[in-house]
């Protein structure tokens, strides 16, 4: 059943959501949708893409797909120009892909430092450079980053990772104070732990919902991928135009201590 999300007024907006086949990025893709906006999908799984698309269409919005790996600029050139081309605008573009593994910092290896620094911020620059240069000579657009807790403190295993979502927030204050001025508005989205299919067998470990409930999150339980939706969609509305560079942590509280 569709949610009523009219009061941000993304009615007919055209936005951009990569990582959308599943998790946080396909309950956003939706819920844009729920408020009024056509959406373009991006990820490299075309499939699990049109089953997203199946829902968005059937709330009677437009839902493009678009099967690109953005760790290569010319990928994300190309989701770009085809978003142009097909709706004629971009007001939204919603970076979620992000890719890492959980390696202890001794054992990185080149290959996984690539890897996550390529999909999870290079591909967030170049997808915002693309998307800022149709929003400024169109009046303005909104730009959502989604960084982590990982951004602001740090864990085990995951020495990459936390750089590079710490470089995600400082881009988004930089992007931001370059643009707003031009009427791009950037700010970001920082998620904690998150229930998703990708994740189900971490959460599953003996202890590890005790630990993660107990001690790193005061609310008392980890977050679901639609308790996003309210910050990001807020992010994209008019009603944060004067929220510039922010990062708005969603993280149960993570962050407090």
């Given at each position: ?156 295993g995951r020495s990459v ?28 989205v920082g998620p904690c ?65």
């Amino acid at each position: 059943m569709s949610r009523d999300y009219t009061c941000f007024g993304l009615k007919d907006k055209v936005a951009i959501v990569t990582g959308a086949s599943q998790g946080i990025g396909k309950s956003l893709a939706i819920s844009l949708a729920e408020a009024g906006a056509h959406v373009a999908l991006v990820s490299r799984t075309q499939s699990a893409l049109e089953e997203v698309a199946k829902e968005i269409r059937a709330l009677d919005r437009e839902a493009l797909v678009i099967p690109v790996d953005i760790s290569a600029v010319s990928s994300i050139r190309e989701m770009i120009n085809r978003t142009h081309q097909h709706f004629g605008k971009i007001d939204i573009l919603i970076n979620n892909a992000a890719w890492t593994a959980t390696t202890d910092a001794l054992e990185v290896t080149e290959e996984e430092w690539d890897r996550t620094v390529d999909t999870s911020l290079k591909s967030i620059f170049f997808a915002s450079q693309e998307a800022a240069r149709i929003m400024i000579p169109q009046g303005g657009g909104k730009i959502i980053n989604i960084g982590s807790t990982l951004g602001q403190v740090t864990f085990k295993g995951r020495s990459v990772y936390a750089a590079v979502k710490a470089g995600v927030h400082h881009l988004t204050r930089s992007l931001a104070y370059e643009w707003s001025s031009k009427g791009v508005n950037v700010n970001a989205v920082g998620p904690c732990i998150t229930e998703t299919a990708t994740r189900r067998e971490l959460f599953e470990r003996p202890g590890y919902k005790e630990w993660a409930t107990g001690q790193m999150l005061p609310v008392g339980r980890w977050a679901q991928p639609e308790d996003f939706v309210g910050a990001t969609l807020f992010l994209c509305s008019s009603l944060s135009d004067m929220v510039v560079g922010h990062i708005l942590m969603v993280d149960g509280g993570w962050t407090l201590h």
